[in-house]
């Protein structure tokens, strides 16, 4: 079994957690209880890293939902970063309306293609690969490594972490518990889409948004911040591990829905 670079990241702007309460109101009127139009985009397609599923994504889903966004979750196989493009953009064209692609990790290079469609108003970078044209995962986590342990290769070339740094690594921010099942459910990643490049940068004609994640140990912090300041995205930084969209989900949710109403 051979070993290969990981990626590292961090992040640290700590955003104060949303409450959210119910209450009874008296009947009101159809005209009255109608639910107030929502500015910009109305569709949200969230997409995920490698190793992991989209499941990660599910308090943020659910945030934004009940805040009358539609959201979609995507999951992607991982065999090519070309199959994990398509089926992107056909969720995309599925949307009714404007649409705010958000991606983590590697999901961040995915995101990157996928988005250069008309519908796609923004792009959020979360603990994010934001590649340029020619650039892809493997390239630009050897330009900065990461803090966290190798990545592990099987015969086939399939790469993922290893569960007994997968915590640490991964998601130190989260309680063991939750991070033994995440590291025995990886979704490996083929080494071809792992090396594999972009030939479009959709930031470079759409508005970024991009969340670092300080304390990452999978993409380098500063690999994250040199990413995005050359993009121009607008940086928000979260004191959390890689996984930040499931540690800190309501300061994720937060800056995409920032995104979404700035979308024109």
Do not use: C
Request: glycine share 8%; charged share 15%.
């Amino acid at each position: 079994m051979r070993f290969i670079p990981m990626l590292a990241t961090a992040a640290a702007l700590v955003i104060p957690a949303l409450g959210y309460t119910t209450a009874h109101a008296a009947p009101t009127t159809p005209a009255a209880s109608a639910t107030p139009a929502i500015p910009g985009a109305k569709n949200i397609v969230l997409v995920h890293d490698a190793f992991v599923d989209g499941s990660g994504w599910r308090v943020v889903h659910d945030i934004l939902i009940h805040k009358g966004y539609n959201v979609s979750v995507v999951q992607l196989p991982h065999a090519t970063l070309g199959d994990d493009i398509t089926i992107v953009r056909e969720r995309v064209s599925l949307q009714l309306g404007p649409v705010v692609l958000v991606g983590h990790g590697y999901g961040g290079e995915v995101i990157t293609e996928a988005g250069a469609r008309d519908k796609v108003k923004a792009l959020v970078y979360v603990a994010a690969l934001q590649p340029d044209v020619g650039e892809g995962m493997a390239q630009l986590v050897a330009s900065m490594p990461a803090a966290g342990a190798a990545l592990k290769s099987t015969r086939d070339g399939h790469l993922s972490i290893d569960p007994a740094t997968f915590n640490a690594d991964y998601a130190g921010d989260l309680t063991t518990n939750r991070t033994d099942f995440m590291a025995a459910s990886q979704v490996p990643i083929t080494s071809a889409a792992y090396n594999a490049n972009v030939w479009t940068a959709a930031w470079r004609n759409k508005p970024s948004y991009g969340i670092v994640a300080t304390e990452d140990r999978v993409v380098n912090p500063d690999l994250q911040r040199w990413m995005y300041q050359r993009a121009g995205a607008k940086v928000t930084e979260i004191k959390a591990s890689h996984a930040v969209q499931v540690s800190q989900p309501e300061a994720v949710a937060l800056v995409i829905e920032e995104a979404a109403r700035s979308a024109k």
